[in-house]
């Protein structure tokens, strides 16, 4: 392996097929390109990580260069489709249609290409299968390989690089990371002779700003290092003006309302505020968004890409600067903006059009202001995307998607906030995303510089946002983990053995080997701690030591009965509850509610815990919850229920009070009442230890308690010491350990034959092109027949449940679209439990929950519904509304492609598949998933 600083390496002569490749360009490559190609030109692998804008993707285009002239292959993978669609115009324009294909799961072109450009999960697929398409394939480009730190899809990254034939080339391009050499150490450990080259030269330099009223300052002083004393100024007199429980999380006493929403305030995030809180648009030294767009065309700072990290924001932003008149672009700059527009949305119906906003839509676009985010339709998306790359729209609002790979750069950035939505909570941007997001600015060729600019927010601290600015802090951590597809795939093509070797090789292991040599050392000290504390624990009268584990066992088991007792009655709970039907009679023992009560609506599916809604006895219809119940509910009796019950209806109420009373006489509670049984074993385990502990010459030491304290100590330190050494050693075979649970799970459900440990049984082998992140619940539920019963609309809305992921201000509320696609989401919702069981048994974590928020949206699509008529019920944007549609699709496709579905009986289930897929992939579906032009 070679690791060297581009720079600092001197230049060597490059190749003839180098020097034919840099004819065509129109720039001198720099030094690391040229370095870069040449250990492609000496059969090496390269990890090439450098700034964005830099160009690392000539280093790609290097390998797609000599495929051609080779006559052999280069696959061109790319994290998402439309930086795979976006490469694909690239290389057709450098090397013709002729040689080069397309292949994105649901668009394949050219397959045959000695250059294929796919996403990543294609590559992955096609190494799964075997294709024949690998033959010939001589280099494969992993651009923005970084993306393996990504927790939902960065595995994918990993199979690829351990599942390559030796003799291929690996050309992977990453933005700027602080651990390159470990991520190169590994490459070259895995695949042989890879070099790394570094390049940490931004190509046009990048200053950093702080916006507060209506003025741009600079982050940093005349010397480029200090803070720009007027921030600091500013500061000092926010400070005087603003109350100080402004800055605290519950109000001026400690016992107020407020609450932090988010962030630590660690990089000036002012943690205090709220997340898009329109009273902070304008507060105090914040400018307004129409201030900021104002003020950077004035300086000349556009275009510009304005960072607001939500949807809902970008969009606002739009609307607001459409109210406050702001026009950006001239009159030729208008006339182009619109011809786009028709040009590109020339296939969408005027019924749509309505539906998407798209007079807003243009008119926001010929005053070149745009949004751009994951809820926008993808045809908006080519045309801001187009348009800005042109030059014609000046101020785009975008989350941070889009800093994710799409070649769109800016004179500037601007980020309206330093904290953002992780998933799970508001936090502060990490120096990895400011420095992600900020390298957007500037772009080659056409600006002599860049600049990020950060607005002012309440409570700002300049000196924290320079410490985030100046850092560059970005490494790479492997989120690699096993799964069951590829299990069963790795098991099928290599044997459970070397499978298992295979996964031991991975970032992820590489990684947490690191770490077992400081466990090791902190072994050592802690022993002689332990040592020390058995020693004050000495009795006369025996062996203490065997005493105290004596007890400590007693403790430990009835804290283990204790959890089980509560886990089993939490399970059985929700279980029970999950069951309930309408017209259920069952009883609650004690709080409020208390009595006999009728199930009116049973559980919503896809929440996370059930809470069905009942008539008590005292009439009153509330929904209960699981915490209200000590064990299962039984049903005792049941009451009819009308199907179409009106609980705001008094005569309705009445009337099955009625015979919710009527019932109840003479019912016994306990005929409500589970009755599970307590663990008789740990309670006879508890009784012998008890036993043994009176039978101990040390039990009647009148210095018993005073040994026992220095026990307790000596144990507590063995535990966590146990606890440090195991972690270690499971670091040391982490993912392998992680393999075998899961291959338990495989054995335990039929997927794999333990008897001859390097099979597929038939249900494995269909399982293997199931890609689906539930993929083992989707074949559980092919082989227990749950939908073989459907038709087209009514298993679109059932596969939905198995890919949609409701956003967190989904207020729920959602059915199935009928009583079968009901029936048969109850069935799929049982085998989730079935399998999650299993999980458990095997310390495996159990898959994600179903989610019926997307089923009756995608059912009506397949029934013909019109786009407006779907956006207007179900208040979907439209953008999400073709991504979700386009993954039961894909899911539809997996499904039908499946191999063996006949024999595991559901003979006609590929057919329905299809027909779902025909269904769905049409109008504004299908042309998003048309050929490019």
Request: hydrophobic share 40%.
């Amino acid at each position: 392996m070679n690791t060297a600083d581009a720079e600092s390496t001197a230049k060597a002569t490059p190749s003839e097929n180098l020097r034919d490749f840099a004819g065509h360009y129109d720039f001198s490559f720099d030094s690391f390109q040229v370095q870069a190609c040449g250990s492609i030109d000496a059969g090496h692998g390269v990890l090439v990580a450098a700034p964005t804008g830099s160009g690392k993707t000539v280093i790609g285009e290097y390998a797609c260069f000599l495929a051609v002239r080779e006559h052999s292959r280069c696959f061109y993978t790319t994290p998402i489709k439309a930086l795979s669609n976006q490469k694909y115009h690239d290389l057709v324009a450098a090397h013709g249609a002729d040689n080069v294909g397309l292949l994105t799961g649901d668009v394949t072109i050219n397959g045959d290409a000695p250059i294929v450009v796919m996403t990543t999960e294609v590559l992955r697929n096609m190494l799964y299968a075997v294709s024949p398409d690998l033959e010939t394939l001589s280099y494969v480009v992993l651009d923005e390989v970084h993306y393996l730190s990504d927790r939902f899809r960065g595995a994918v990254w990993e199979e690829v690089i351990l599942g390559l034939a030796e003799s291929v080339q690996v050309v992977a391009l990453s933005a700027t990371v602080s651990n390159a050499e470990e991520f190169g150490d590994w490459l070259d450990t895995v695949r042989g002779n890879v070099d790394i080259v570094v390049w940490e030269k931004r190509p046009v330099p990048l200053y950093q700003h702080v916006m507060a009223d209506h003025e741009i300052y600079d982050l940093f002083g005349s010397d480029g290092r200090s803070v720009n004393p007027k921030l600091t100024a500013l500061a000092r007199q926010e400070s005087r003006t603003t109350r100080d429980d402004s800055r605290r999380p519950r109000g001026r006493n400690g016992r107020g309302k407020r609450r932090v929403t988010y962030g630590s305030g660690q990089f000036g995030g002012a943690s205090s505020s709220r997340v898009g809180d329109r009273r902070h648009q304008s507060h105090g030294l914040t400018p307004s968004r129409a201030m900021v767009v104002t003020a950077l065309q004035k300086a000349g700072l556009v275009p510009a890409i304005y960072f607001v990290f939500s949807r809902q924001g970008c969009d606002a932003a739009v609307r607001q600067l459409l109210r406050s008149g702001v026009r950006l672009t001239d009159r030729t700059e208008r006339a182009q903006l619109r011809e786009l527009a028709q040009r590109e949305g020339a296939s969408l119906s005027e019924t749509d059009r309505a539906a998407l906003g798209w007079n807003d839509f243009v008119e926001a676009l010929s005053r070149g202001i745009a949004a751009h985010h994951a809820g926008l339709l993808p045809v908006f998306k080519a045309i801001v995307e187009e348009g800005f790359t042109r030059g014609w729209l000046k101020v785009v609002f975008a989350t941070e998607t889009l800093a994710l790979g799409i070649n769109m750069p800016a004179r500037t950035v601007v980020l309206e906030r330093l904290v953002k939505y992780n998933g799970e909570t508001h936090a502060d941007i990490t120096p990895g995303e400011y420095t992600q997001l900020t390298g957007r600015a500037g772009r080659r060729g056409i600006d002599t510089e860049g600049h990020a600019v950060v607005l002012w927010q309440t409570g700002m601290d300049p000196r924290a946002v320079a410490g985030l600015a100046s850092k560059r802090t970005y490494p790479l951590r492997s989120s690699f983990a096993p799964n069951y597809n590829m299990a069963v795939n790795l098991v099928r093509s290599a044997g459970r053995d070397r499978a298992r070797s295979l996964l031991e090789q991975s970032f992820a292991q590489f990684q947490a080997d690191r770490k077992v040599v400081a466990a090791a050392r902190q072994g050592v000290a802690v022993a002689g701690q332990i040592a020390d504390a058995w020693q004050q624990a000495h009795c006369s009268r025996g062996d203490f030591a065997s005493y105290a584990r004596l007890r400590d066992e007693v403790r430990e088991l009835e804290r283990e009965q204790a959890r089980l007792r509560k886990q089993d009655q939490r399970a059985a709970v929700l279980d029970g509850l999950s069951r309930l039907e309408p017209g259920d009679v069952i009883h609650l023992d004690a709080g409020k509610g208390s009595g006999w009560l009728v199930v009116i609506e049973p559980a919503r599916p896809g929440k996370p815990e059930p809470h069905p809604l009942v008539m008590g006895e005292d009439h009153q219809i509330v929904r209960i919850a699981p915490e209200q119940f000590k064990s299962a509910p039984v049903t005792a009796a049941k009451v009819r229920v009308p199907k179409r019950f009106d609980r705001h209806s008094a005569a309705a109420r009445k009337a099955l009070s009625r015979a919710l009373d009527a019932r109840i006489e003479g019912l016994s509670v306990e005929a409500g009442r589970s009755r599970a049984p307590l663990d008789a074993e740990i309670s006879h385990q508890i009784s012998e230890l008890r036993a043994r502990l009176r039978a101990h010459p040390c039990h009647d030491c009148p210095h018993r308690e005073d040994h026992a304290r220095a026990a307790e100590r000596a144990l507590r330190l063995e535990r966590e010491n146990n606890v440090t050494q195991r972690r270690a050693a499971d670091r040391r075979n982490s993912i392998a350990a992680q393999f075998d649970r899961i291959c338990a799970v495989l054995d335990a459900l039929g997927y794999l034959d333990p008897s001859h440990p390097d099979e597929v049984t038939p249900a494995g082998t269909m399982l293997t092109r199931i890609y689906s992140e539930l993929d083992l619940v989707v074949a559980q539920a092919i082989r227990e027949k749950v939908f073989a019963e459907l038709n087209g609309p009514q298993l679109a809305a059932v596969l939905s449940t198995m890919v949609y992921e409701a956003r967190a201000t989904d207020t729920g509320g959602h059915r199935m679209p009928d009583d079968t696609s009901a029936r048969a989401e109850r069935a799929l919702r049982s085998v989730w439990r079935e399998v999650g069981l299993v999980e458990r048994d095997h310390r495996v974590e159990r898959q994600r929950d179903l989610d019926i928020g997307f089923a009756d949206a995608a059912a009506q699509w397949a029934s013909g519904a019109s786009l407006a008529d779907i956006l207007g019920e179900f208040g979907l944007t439209a953008g999400d509304f073709v991504r979700w549609t386009r993954q039961v699709v894909d899911l539809a496709s997996q499904i039908s492609a499946a191999p063996g579905l006949a024999e595991l009986g559901s003979p006609g289930l590929a057919r329905t598949c299809r027909a779902v897929i025909g269904l769905l992939r049409r109008d504004i579906v299908d042309f998003e998933t048309a050929e490019p032009e």
